[in-house]
């Protein structure tokens, strides 16, 4: 969307094999540009930071980076410190000693297990139920102290389940849509009435790029704007849209997992004129043509 507004855009990445590369490149191949740069390095490496900022003069950092999953949080935590808060810390410091004044920064909706719904920004989120959220929390806070001490323009943008073509292969709506087509069955954590405020990524995107406007210090929720649907009425829908029935496999509820999500986005929609358009069966359907229209690579790609 960046480069379709004519700006110059740099994007980063380090490819690490959390899930699988070749879906990474597909993306990446997809910004062939001669506005766009793809850099394969790190956000925890800070010489790689600097030579980054000097690469060009920046008006913004959209640091969309991180370790995501909540389960894989729990196997390896130290990982998602490094990222997310230090890879975070990188990007400001090299930010303030180039006097780069904007930074958007990706956060989640994992934040608010355990808070009343529709879940509002103003609630504290200090009791998050995961490494993955607590690492979150911390950029948050470090990026508000950034803001503070050296007047960093800060948008946190809390997203809501995105999915989408193309989407992660650890999320719900990539691994049913291939283990329905598949035959395979669907491992369900939990009966699969717990329910989440699916938002589809083009409307995230033109959140976050809404969000580079100055504001001084604000955390705006990007969620779909409706009521929370279930994971049951997820496959019911993928079901209908490939023609195929589910097979269903019950695992444990996992306790870092939220049961409901729901977000409130009055903030995002009055300070931000933002407003999800892509509704749920819209959405599912982009997401079967793509994995329909890819194959046989799609059905091959490897699941976390």
């Given at each position: ?6 700006h110059h855009v740099v994007g980063v990445d380090n490819m690490n094999d959390y899930y699988d590369v070749s879906l990474k490149q597909h993306r990446v191949d997809q910004l062939a540009n001669d506005r766009f740069t793809f850099r394969a390095m790190d956000i925890e490496d800070e010489p790689d930071v600097e030579s980054l900022m000097d690469s060009a003069p920046f008006d913004a950092v959209l640091n969309l980076a991180a370790r995501a999953g909540v389960r894989y949080s729990m196997e390896n ?228």
């Open positions: 969307m960046l480069l379709d507004q004519g935590p130290r990982v998602y410190m490094t990222t997310n808060l230090m890879g975070t810390l990188n990007l400001l410091e090299s930010m303030r000693r180039r006097s780069i004044g904007k930074l958007v920064l990706a956060s989640t909706s994992s934040l608010y297990a355990g808070q009343p719904m529709p879940f509002d920004e103003t609630l504290s989120v200090n009791t998050p139920i995961s490494s993955y959220a607590a690492s979150k929390k911390a950029a948050e806070m470090l990026a508000h102290s950034h803001h503070h001490l050296y007047d960093v323009d800060v948008s946190v943008c809390r997203y809501f389940t995105v999915y989408g073509p193309a989407g992660r292969p650890d999320m719900c709506v990539f691994r049913f849509i291939h283990w329905i087509d598949q035959g395979e069955p669907i491992e369900l954590f939990g009966d699969g009435t717990q329910s989440r405020d699916f938002t589809y990524v083009d409307d995230i995107a033109r959140g976050t790029i809404a969000a580079i406007k100055p504001v001084g210090f604000e955390v705006f929720n990007l969620g779909g704007g409706n009521e929370p649907v279930s994971l049951l009425a997820i496959i019911e829908k993928l079901e209908t849209l490939l023609g195929k029935k589910a097979k269903l496999t019950h695992r444990t509820f996992h306790k870092a997992d939220i049961t409901t999500t729901q977000a409130n986005i009055a903030k995002a929609q009055k300070q931000l004129g933002w407003q999800p358009t892509v509704g749920l069966d819209e959405g599912l359907a982009a997401c079967v043509d793509w994995y329909q229209s890819n194959k046989p690579w799609s059905a091959a790609i490897r699941l976390p």
